[in-house]
């Protein structure tokens, strides 16, 4: 995990939002219950005192995989981008899917912000990669499992 990976700084505030909260709320109250179950004795046989340490590992391999992420994240504050109209890493682009006519908006974001129900797809995605930068009134097509799709980008935003 050395090369950079971009974040939205919107994707950073959530990333440390749930560093804070592992650290601060989750892994004391793992180590409670852990020195709990230790009370109860025999350790071979007791399933709390394996459940809390097993909550305990994952807790710290997520906290050590978010500091690896955020310390090589590029962070990329979207409202402060001035890219003319392009579409980049961190837009918002509503495009129109010229065969259907359904519109949709999507932001381009890093792999770990992408959630597809909420509208972000990864800048790796297919999607993405065909509109990276191109602008508002362009015509994209997609090479997608059911075939070439192509779509209009009828907006850019940076929010």
Known sequence: MSDKVPLTKKGAEKLREELQRLKMVDRPRIIAAIAEARAHGDLKENAE????????????????????????????????LDAGGKVVFGATVVIVDEDTGDEVTYQIVGEDEANIKEGRISFSSPIARALIGKFQDDVVTVVTPGGEKTFEIVEVRYE
């Open 49 to 80: 005192y394996h459940a809390a340490r097993e909550q305990q590992s994952f807790a710290e391999g997520r906290i050590k995989e978010i500091d690896g992420k955020l310390s090589n994240a590029t962070i990329i504050d979207v409202t402060e």
